[in-house]
Protein backbone atom coordinates (compact mmCIF):
# COMPACT_ATOMS: atom_id res chain seq x y z
CA UNK A 1 0.00 0.00 0.00
CA UNK A 2 2.66 2.09 0.79
CA UNK A 3 4.29 1.41 -2.61
CA UNK A 4 0.74 2.70 -4.22
CA UNK A 5 0.36 6.09 -2.39
CA UNK A 6 3.81 7.03 -3.12
CA UNK A 7 3.53 6.32 -7.00
CA UNK A 8 -0.30 8.85 -6.80
CA UNK A 9 1.59 11.29 -4.65
CA UNK A 10 4.82 11.81 -6.59
CA UNK A 11 2.88 10.88 -10.18
CA UNK A 12 0.11 13.36 -9.53
CA UNK A 13 1.05 16.12 -7.06
CA UNK A 14 4.86 15.55 -6.91
CA UNK A 15 7.19 16.30 -3.44
CA UNK A 16 4.65 18.95 -2.43
CA UNK A 17 0.85 18.61 -3.64
CA UNK A 18 0.18 21.95 -2.62
CA UNK A 19 2.49 23.29 -4.22
CA UNK A 20 1.30 22.00 -7.34
CA UNK A 21 -1.89 23.25 -7.22
CA UNK A 22 -0.58 26.74 -6.74
CA UNK A 23 1.34 26.77 -9.81
CA UNK A 24 -1.00 25.08 -11.83
CA UNK A 25 -3.34 27.94 -11.23
CA UNK A 26 -0.65 30.71 -10.99
CA UNK A 27 0.08 29.54 -14.96
CA UNK A 28 -3.78 29.37 -15.86
CA UNK A 29 -3.96 32.96 -14.92
CA UNK A 30 -0.48 33.94 -16.80
CA UNK A 31 -2.04 31.96 -19.93
CA UNK A 32 -5.50 34.28 -19.31
CA UNK A 33 -4.19 37.76 -18.52
CA UNK A 34 -1.66 37.35 -22.11
CA UNK A 35 -4.94 36.41 -24.15
CA UNK A 36 -6.87 39.16 -22.35
CA UNK A 37 -4.54 41.75 -23.08
CA UNK A 38 -4.54 40.52 -26.82
CA UNK A 39 -6.21 43.21 -29.43
CA UNK A 40 -8.60 40.63 -30.42
CA UNK A 41 -10.19 39.77 -26.91
CA UNK A 42 -11.17 43.52 -26.87
CA UNK A 43 -14.45 44.32 -28.45
CA UNK A 44 -13.18 47.91 -29.84
CA UNK A 45 -10.13 46.27 -31.03
CA UNK A 46 -7.47 47.48 -29.20
CA UNK A 47 -5.35 46.12 -26.35
CA UNK A 48 -6.55 45.78 -22.86
CA UNK A 49 -4.20 47.31 -19.69
CA UNK A 50 -2.08 44.70 -18.17
CA UNK A 51 -4.14 45.50 -14.85
CA UNK A 52 -7.18 45.36 -16.18
CA UNK A 53 -6.37 41.60 -17.85
CA UNK A 54 -4.42 40.46 -14.82
CA UNK A 55 -7.43 41.60 -12.77
CA UNK A 56 -10.01 39.65 -14.91
CA UNK A 57 -7.82 36.42 -15.85
CA UNK A 58 -7.64 36.08 -11.28
CA UNK A 59 -11.18 36.67 -11.39
CA UNK A 60 -12.02 34.26 -13.28
CA UNK A 61 -9.84 31.43 -11.99
CA UNK A 62 -10.31 31.59 -9.04
CA UNK A 63 -14.04 31.81 -10.21
CA UNK A 64 -14.64 34.89 -8.63
CA UNK A 65 -16.40 37.39 -10.56
CA UNK A 66 -15.56 40.60 -9.44
CA UNK A 67 -14.77 42.88 -12.81
CA UNK A 68 -12.82 46.06 -13.33
CA UNK A 69 -14.38 46.61 -16.97
CA UNK A 70 -17.85 45.30 -18.05
CA UNK A 71 -17.83 41.94 -19.19
CA UNK A 72 -20.48 42.14 -22.36
CA UNK A 73 -19.18 44.96 -23.31
CA UNK A 74 -15.73 45.39 -23.28
CA UNK A 75 -14.85 41.69 -24.44
CA UNK A 76 -15.44 40.24 -27.74
CA UNK A 77 -16.90 36.98 -28.74
CA UNK A 78 -13.15 35.72 -28.34
CA UNK A 79 -12.19 37.55 -24.98
CA UNK A 80 -16.03 35.97 -23.83
CA UNK A 81 -14.78 32.68 -24.96
CA UNK A 82 -11.00 33.12 -23.13
CA UNK A 83 -13.26 34.11 -19.59
CA UNK A 84 -15.63 31.40 -19.99
CA UNK A 85 -12.53 28.86 -20.60
CA UNK A 86 -10.67 30.53 -17.69
CA UNK A 87 -13.88 30.20 -15.69
CA UNK A 88 -14.27 26.15 -16.43
CA UNK A 89 -10.71 25.60 -15.91
CA UNK A 90 -11.00 27.26 -12.04
CA UNK A 91 -14.19 25.57 -11.41
CA UNK A 92 -12.93 22.22 -12.91
CA UNK A 93 -9.47 22.42 -10.93
CA UNK A 94 -10.02 23.06 -8.11
CA UNK A 95 -12.89 20.35 -7.42
CA UNK A 96 -10.12 17.39 -9.24
CA UNK A 97 -7.42 19.30 -7.32
CA UNK A 98 -9.68 19.22 -3.70
CA UNK A 99 -11.02 16.13 -4.65
CA UNK A 100 -7.55 14.42 -5.13
CA UNK A 101 -6.03 15.85 -2.18
CA UNK A 102 -8.69 14.78 0.12
CA UNK A 103 -8.04 11.27 -1.55
CA UNK A 104 -4.41 11.57 -0.71
CA UNK A 105 -4.81 12.80 3.07
CA UNK A 106 -7.28 10.05 3.42
CA UNK A 107 -5.55 7.66 2.11
CA UNK A 108 -2.35 8.57 4.31
CA UNK A 109 -4.49 8.58 7.84
CA UNK A 110 -5.88 4.95 6.56
CA UNK A 111 -2.47 4.12 6.12
CA UNK A 112 -1.74 4.58 9.31
CA UNK A 113 -4.53 3.39 10.84
CA UNK A 114 -3.43 -0.11 8.88
CA UNK A 115 -0.30 0.10 10.63
CA UNK A 116 -1.35 0.72 13.97
CA UNK A 117 -4.11 -2.28 13.85
CA UNK A 118 -2.05 -4.35 12.10
CA UNK A 119 -4.52 -5.34 9.02
CA UNK A 120 -5.10 -4.51 5.63
CA UNK A 121 -7.05 -2.00 4.19
CA UNK A 122 -8.11 -0.71 0.45
CA UNK A 123 -5.39 1.32 -0.76
CA UNK A 124 -5.92 4.37 -2.98
CA UNK A 125 -4.27 3.73 -6.94
CA UNK A 126 -4.58 5.43 -9.80
CA UNK A 127 -7.81 4.15 -10.41
CA UNK A 128 -9.39 6.56 -7.68
CA UNK A 129 -7.39 9.81 -9.40
CA UNK A 130 -9.19 8.61 -12.89
CA UNK A 131 -12.92 8.18 -11.28
CA UNK A 132 -11.94 11.27 -9.79
CA UNK A 133 -11.40 12.79 -13.09
CA UNK A 134 -14.20 11.58 -14.98
CA UNK A 135 -16.31 11.82 -11.93
CA UNK A 136 -15.66 15.60 -12.08
CA UNK A 137 -16.04 15.94 -15.85
CA UNK A 138 -19.46 14.39 -15.66
CA UNK A 139 -21.13 15.95 -13.16
CA UNK A 140 -19.72 19.53 -14.74
CA UNK A 141 -21.13 18.53 -18.00
CA UNK A 142 -24.55 17.44 -17.12
CA UNK A 143 -25.55 20.25 -14.59
CA UNK A 144 -24.02 22.83 -16.95
CA UNK A 145 -25.90 21.07 -20.07
CA UNK A 146 -29.48 21.13 -18.13
CA UNK A 147 -29.00 24.69 -16.79
CA UNK A 148 -27.79 25.87 -19.90
CA UNK A 149 -30.62 24.67 -22.31
CA UNK A 150 -33.54 25.76 -19.41
CA UNK A 151 -32.28 29.07 -19.46
CA UNK A 152 -31.57 29.24 -23.64
CA UNK A 153 -35.13 28.17 -23.58
CA UNK A 154 -36.22 31.11 -21.18
CA UNK A 155 -34.62 33.82 -23.71
CA UNK A 156 -35.55 32.59 -26.15
CA UNK A 157 -39.50 32.12 -25.92
CA UNK A 158 -39.79 33.90 -22.67
CA UNK A 159 -37.86 37.57 -24.18
CA UNK A 160 -37.44 36.96 -27.79
CA UNK A 161 -33.86 36.81 -27.49
CA UNK A 162 -32.06 35.22 -31.34
CA UNK A 163 -31.41 31.57 -31.20
CA UNK A 164 -27.48 32.67 -31.18
CA UNK A 165 -28.00 35.08 -28.78
CA UNK A 166 -30.20 32.77 -27.09
CA UNK A 167 -27.40 30.31 -26.72
CA UNK A 168 -24.67 32.30 -26.16
CA UNK A 169 -26.59 33.95 -22.73
CA UNK A 170 -27.60 30.29 -21.47
CA UNK A 171 -24.43 28.42 -21.70
CA UNK A 172 -22.03 31.31 -20.48
CA UNK A 173 -24.64 31.73 -17.79
CA UNK A 174 -24.96 28.44 -17.19
CA UNK A 175 -20.96 27.41 -16.87
CA UNK A 176 -20.61 30.91 -14.86
CA UNK A 177 -23.11 29.47 -12.18
CA UNK A 178 -21.93 25.81 -12.08
CA UNK A 179 -18.66 27.29 -11.31
CA UNK A 180 -19.62 30.09 -8.26
CA UNK A 181 -18.06 32.31 -10.59
CA UNK A 182 -20.87 35.34 -11.00
CA UNK A 183 -19.51 36.63 -14.02
CA UNK A 184 -22.44 37.95 -16.26
CA UNK A 185 -23.22 39.35 -19.78
CA UNK A 186 -25.70 41.51 -18.97
CA UNK A 187 -24.69 45.13 -17.46
CA UNK A 188 -26.89 44.92 -14.21
CA UNK A 189 -25.89 41.18 -13.70
CA UNK A 190 -29.77 39.44 -13.15
CA UNK A 191 -31.66 42.69 -11.83
CA UNK A 192 -33.93 42.51 -15.02
CA UNK A 193 -34.44 38.85 -14.14
CA UNK A 194 -35.45 39.91 -10.49
CA UNK A 195 -39.33 38.63 -10.85
CA UNK A 196 -38.43 35.70 -12.94
CA UNK A 197 -38.01 32.72 -10.96
CA UNK A 198 -37.32 30.71 -14.65
CA UNK A 199 -33.37 32.63 -15.03
CA UNK A 200 -33.00 32.73 -11.05
CA UNK A 201 -33.78 29.67 -9.94
CA UNK A 202 -31.91 27.17 -12.25
CA UNK A 203 -29.12 29.56 -11.52
CA UNK A 204 -29.37 29.49 -8.09
CA UNK A 205 -29.80 25.25 -8.09
CA UNK A 206 -26.26 25.69 -10.22
CA UNK A 207 -24.67 27.39 -7.35
CA UNK A 208 -25.99 25.43 -4.71
CA UNK A 209 -24.87 22.21 -6.40
CA UNK A 210 -21.29 23.33 -7.20
CA UNK A 211 -21.25 24.43 -3.66
CA UNK A 212 -21.96 21.39 -2.23
CA UNK A 213 -18.81 19.74 -3.92
CA UNK A 214 -18.15 16.71 -5.74
CA UNK A 215 -17.54 14.23 -2.85
CA UNK A 216 -21.08 15.43 -1.56
CA UNK A 217 -22.67 15.25 -4.79
CA UNK A 218 -20.61 11.67 -5.46
CA UNK A 219 -21.89 10.18 -2.22
CA UNK A 220 -25.54 11.45 -2.48
CA UNK A 221 -25.48 9.69 -6.29
CA UNK A 222 -24.22 6.43 -5.15
CA UNK A 223 -26.57 5.90 -1.79
CA UNK A 224 -29.71 7.46 -4.00
CA UNK A 225 -30.69 4.00 -5.05
CA UNK A 226 -29.97 1.84 -1.27
CA UNK A 227 -32.04 4.76 0.52
CA UNK A 228 -34.54 4.16 -2.17
CA UNK A 229 -34.70 0.31 -1.65
CA UNK A 230 -33.70 0.26 2.11
CA UNK A 231 -35.02 4.17 3.44
CA UNK A 232 -31.86 4.52 5.51
CA UNK A 233 -29.20 6.87 4.08
CA UNK A 234 -25.59 5.95 4.99
CA UNK A 235 -24.03 9.20 4.31
CA UNK A 236 -20.91 10.40 6.13
CA UNK A 237 -20.57 13.09 8.69
CA UNK A 238 -18.91 15.26 6.23
CA UNK A 239 -21.68 14.80 3.67
CA UNK A 240 -24.29 15.64 6.80
CA UNK A 241 -22.86 18.66 7.75
CA UNK A 242 -22.47 19.78 3.93
CA UNK A 243 -25.94 19.58 3.37
CA UNK A 244 -27.47 20.18 6.69
CA UNK A 245 -25.27 23.71 6.55
CA UNK A 246 -25.84 24.55 3.26
CA UNK A 247 -29.38 23.98 3.94
CA UNK A 248 -29.55 26.59 7.40
CA UNK A 249 -27.46 28.58 5.80
CA UNK A 250 -29.81 29.59 2.75
CA UNK A 251 -33.19 29.50 5.02
CA UNK A 252 -31.23 31.67 7.81
CA UNK A 253 -29.83 33.68 4.63
CA UNK A 254 -33.29 34.74 3.64
CA UNK A 255 -35.33 35.15 6.51
CA UNK A 256 -32.47 37.68 7.46
CA UNK A 257 -32.16 39.16 3.88
CA UNK A 258 -36.42 39.70 3.45
CA UNK A 259 -36.24 40.98 7.39
CA UNK A 260 -33.71 43.44 6.70
CA UNK A 261 -34.69 44.52 3.37
CA UNK A 262 -38.12 43.72 3.47
CA UNK A 263 -39.35 47.76 3.55
CA UNK A 264 -35.99 48.86 1.35
CA UNK A 265 -37.30 51.40 -1.59
CA UNK A 266 -34.36 50.48 -3.43
CA UNK A 267 -34.03 46.35 -3.02
CA UNK A 268 -36.97 44.32 -1.85
CA UNK A 269 -39.83 47.41 -1.12
CA UNK A 270 -41.38 47.46 -4.43
CA UNK A 271 -41.73 44.24 -5.09
CA UNK A 272 -44.64 41.35 -4.21
CA UNK A 273 -44.77 39.38 -1.69
CA UNK A 274 -43.99 36.55 -3.79
CA UNK A 275 -41.21 38.12 -5.32
CA UNK A 276 -39.79 39.59 -2.43
CA UNK A 277 -39.35 36.16 -0.92
CA UNK A 278 -37.67 34.89 -4.38
CA UNK A 279 -35.11 37.68 -4.05
CA UNK A 280 -34.24 37.35 -0.55
CA UNK A 281 -33.83 33.57 -1.62
CA UNK A 282 -31.62 34.41 -4.59
CA UNK A 283 -29.51 37.00 -2.86
CA UNK A 284 -28.90 34.25 0.16
CA UNK A 285 -27.71 31.68 -1.97
CA UNK A 286 -25.32 34.13 -3.92
CA UNK A 287 -23.67 34.88 -0.79
CA UNK A 288 -22.68 31.23 -0.95
CA UNK A 289 -20.18 32.68 -3.63
CA UNK A 290 -21.68 32.97 -6.64
CA UNK A 291 -21.91 36.93 -7.24
CA UNK A 292 -24.49 37.39 -9.17
CA UNK A 293 -27.18 39.71 -7.94
CA UNK A 294 -30.90 40.25 -8.74
CA UNK A 295 -31.32 43.43 -6.59
CA UNK A 296 -28.84 46.19 -5.78
CA UNK A 297 -26.49 45.38 -3.51
CA UNK A 298 -25.10 48.97 -3.45
CA UNK A 299 -28.40 50.11 -1.97
CA UNK A 300 -28.54 47.42 0.93
CA UNK A 301 -28.89 48.38 4.19
CA UNK A 302 -25.52 48.41 6.41
CA UNK A 303 -26.74 45.51 8.62
CA UNK A 304 -27.72 43.61 5.01
CA UNK A 305 -23.74 44.12 3.93
CA UNK A 306 -22.46 43.09 7.53
CA UNK A 307 -25.29 39.70 7.39
CA UNK A 308 -23.80 39.25 3.83
CA UNK A 309 -20.23 39.38 5.04
CA UNK A 310 -20.67 36.82 7.23
CA UNK A 311 -22.17 34.44 4.52
CA UNK A 312 -19.63 35.13 1.94
CA UNK A 313 -16.78 34.30 4.63
CA UNK A 314 -18.36 30.78 5.77
CA UNK A 315 -19.21 30.22 1.76
CA UNK A 316 -19.62 26.35 0.40
CA UNK A 317 -18.76 22.98 0.59
CA UNK A 318 -14.93 21.54 0.65
CA UNK A 319 -13.79 20.54 -2.72
CA UNK A 320 -16.34 21.98 -4.66
CA UNK A 321 -16.49 25.28 -6.53
CA UNK A 322 -17.64 27.99 -3.78
CA UNK A 323 -15.06 29.69 -1.60
CA UNK A 324 -14.70 30.84 1.77
CA UNK A 325 -13.50 29.12 4.99
CA UNK A 326 -16.44 26.64 3.95
CA UNK A 327 -19.37 24.94 6.09
CA UNK A 328 -17.61 22.17 7.62
CA UNK A 329 -15.31 24.35 9.15
CA UNK A 330 -17.64 26.53 10.48
CA UNK A 331 -19.62 23.59 11.80
CA UNK A 332 -16.75 22.08 13.77
CA UNK A 333 -15.97 25.49 15.48
CA UNK A 334 -19.28 25.79 16.92
CA UNK A 335 -19.07 22.08 17.84
CA UNK A 336 -16.23 23.27 19.86
CA UNK A 337 -17.74 26.32 20.98
CA UNK A 338 -21.21 23.89 22.31
CA UNK A 339 -18.64 21.42 23.92
CA UNK A 340 -16.62 24.04 25.42
CA UNK A 341 -19.61 26.17 27.26
CA UNK A 342 -21.13 22.50 28.34
CA UNK A 343 -17.69 21.60 30.12
CA UNK A 344 -17.48 18.51 27.77
CA UNK A 345 -13.48 17.99 27.43
CA UNK A 346 -14.55 16.87 23.13
CA UNK A 347 -16.32 18.20 20.72
CA UNK A 348 -18.60 16.37 18.86
CA UNK A 349 -21.64 16.50 16.38
CA UNK A 350 -23.88 14.39 14.72
CA UNK A 351 -23.03 11.46 17.19
CA UNK A 352 -18.92 11.31 15.99
CA UNK A 353 -16.46 12.90 18.61
CA UNK A 354 -14.57 15.23 16.61
CA UNK A 355 -10.41 14.43 16.32
CA UNK A 356 -8.60 16.94 17.92
CA UNK A 357 -6.06 17.67 14.77
CA UNK A 358 -9.56 18.46 13.21
CA UNK A 359 -10.07 21.52 15.32
CA UNK A 360 -6.95 22.85 15.23
CA UNK A 361 -7.19 22.88 11.49
CA UNK A 362 -10.36 24.70 11.22
CA UNK A 363 -8.90 27.15 13.70
CA UNK A 364 -5.72 27.89 12.08
CA UNK A 365 -8.05 28.88 8.54
CA UNK A 366 -10.86 30.52 10.02
CA UNK A 367 -8.23 33.11 11.98
CA UNK A 368 -6.21 32.95 9.56
CA UNK A 369 -9.02 33.70 7.12
CA UNK A 370 -9.43 36.86 9.35
CA UNK A 371 -6.64 38.30 9.23
CA UNK A 372 -6.15 38.35 5.68
CA UNK A 373 -10.06 39.73 5.55
CA UNK A 374 -8.70 42.51 7.98
CA UNK A 375 -5.11 43.24 6.62
CA UNK A 376 -6.75 43.82 2.82
CA UNK A 377 -9.53 45.75 4.38
CA UNK A 378 -6.73 48.33 6.21
CA UNK A 379 -4.36 48.36 2.74
CA UNK A 380 -7.67 49.49 0.53
CA UNK A 381 -8.72 51.98 3.43
CA UNK A 382 -5.39 53.49 2.69
CA UNK A 383 -5.96 53.97 -1.36
CA UNK A 384 -9.64 54.35 -1.57
CA UNK A 385 -12.22 57.02 0.16
CA UNK A 386 -14.95 54.95 0.42
CA UNK A 387 -17.47 53.99 3.49
CA UNK A 388 -15.67 51.55 5.61
CA UNK A 389 -18.64 49.12 4.92
CA UNK A 390 -18.22 49.09 1.50
CA UNK A 391 -14.66 48.35 1.58
CA UNK A 392 -15.03 45.53 3.86
CA UNK A 393 -17.59 43.91 1.67
CA UNK A 394 -15.04 44.15 -1.37
CA UNK A 395 -12.44 42.53 0.79
CA UNK A 396 -14.63 39.80 2.14
CA UNK A 397 -16.19 38.76 -1.41
CA UNK A 398 -12.63 39.13 -2.98
CA UNK A 399 -11.35 36.23 -0.04
CA UNK A 400 -14.37 34.19 0.00
CA UNK A 401 -14.35 34.22 -4.17
CA UNK A 402 -17.66 35.86 -4.36
CA UNK A 403 -17.78 38.63 -6.86
CA UNK A 404 -20.19 40.58 -5.21
CA UNK A 405 -20.12 43.85 -4.58
CA UNK A 406 -21.61 47.39 -3.02
CA UNK A 407 -19.92 49.58 -5.57
CA UNK A 408 -16.26 49.24 -4.56
CA UNK A 409 -14.86 47.29 -7.68
CA UNK A 410 -15.00 50.37 -10.41
CA UNK A 411 -13.19 53.15 -7.46
CA UNK A 412 -10.27 50.80 -6.20
CA UNK A 413 -8.17 52.17 -8.83
CA UNK A 414 -4.32 50.25 -9.65
CA UNK A 415 -3.63 50.25 -5.98
CA UNK A 416 -6.75 48.38 -5.05
CA UNK A 417 -6.70 46.32 -8.14
CA UNK A 418 -3.23 45.06 -6.91
CA UNK A 419 -4.20 44.74 -3.32
CA UNK A 420 -7.77 42.68 -4.41
CA UNK A 421 -5.88 40.28 -6.79
CA UNK A 422 -3.77 38.23 -4.46
CA UNK A 423 -6.44 38.40 -1.83
CA UNK A 424 -8.71 36.78 -4.63
CA UNK A 425 -5.76 34.11 -5.59
CA UNK A 426 -5.43 33.39 -1.93
CA UNK A 427 -9.04 32.93 -0.72
CA UNK A 428 -9.64 30.37 -3.60
CA UNK A 429 -6.68 28.37 -3.00
CA UNK A 430 -5.40 29.59 1.06
CA UNK A 431 -8.14 26.91 2.50
CA UNK A 432 -6.98 23.90 0.51
CA UNK A 433 -3.54 23.99 -0.08
CA UNK A 434 -3.31 24.74 3.95
CA UNK A 435 -5.37 22.25 5.35
CA UNK A 436 -4.11 19.10 2.92
CA UNK A 437 -0.35 21.11 3.79
CA UNK A 438 -1.32 20.82 7.64
CA UNK A 439 -2.99 17.07 7.43
CA UNK A 440 0.10 15.50 5.43
CA UNK A 441 2.66 17.67 7.95
CA UNK A 442 0.59 15.68 10.40
CA UNK A 443 2.85 13.17 13.11
CA UNK A 444 2.99 12.06 16.41
CA UNK A 445 4.97 13.37 19.00
CA UNK A 446 6.95 11.02 21.50
CA UNK A 447 6.57 13.22 24.30
CA UNK A 448 4.56 15.75 25.99
CA UNK A 449 5.42 18.84 27.37
CA UNK A 450 4.32 20.30 30.64
CA UNK A 451 0.71 21.42 31.16
CA UNK A 452 0.02 25.02 31.74
CA UNK A 453 -2.94 27.06 31.84
CA UNK A 454 -2.38 30.41 31.10
CA UNK A 455 -5.61 32.87 32.41
CA UNK A 456 -8.12 33.52 29.52
CA UNK A 457 -10.69 36.19 28.94
Not at 288 to 304: L, Q
Request: aromatic share 6%; hydrophobic share 50%; with cysteine.
Amino acid sequence: MAGRLALLRHTVFGAHPARVVVTAFALAVVVGTTLLALPVAADDGRPTGLVPSLFTAVSAVCVTGLAVVDTGEHWSAFGEVVVLGLIQAGGFGIMTMASLLALLVHGRLRMRMALQAQTETKSLGLGDVRRVLLGVAGTTLVVELITAALLSLRFRFGYGMPVPEALRQGVFHAVSAFNNAGFSLFPDSLVRFQSDPWVTLPIAAAVILGGLGFPVLLEVIRHRRRALTTGRRNWSLHTRLTLGMTALLLLGGTALTCLLEWRNPGTLGPMSTADKLLGGFFHSAMTRTAGFNAVDVAAMEPSTLLATCAWMFVGGGSAGTAGGIKVTTFAVLAAAMVAEVRGEPNSGILGRRLAPHVLRQALTVALLGVALVMGATIALLTVVRLPFEVVLFEAVSAFGTVGLSAGATGELGTAGELIVIPLMFIGRLGPVTLVSALALRERTRRYQLPEERPVIG
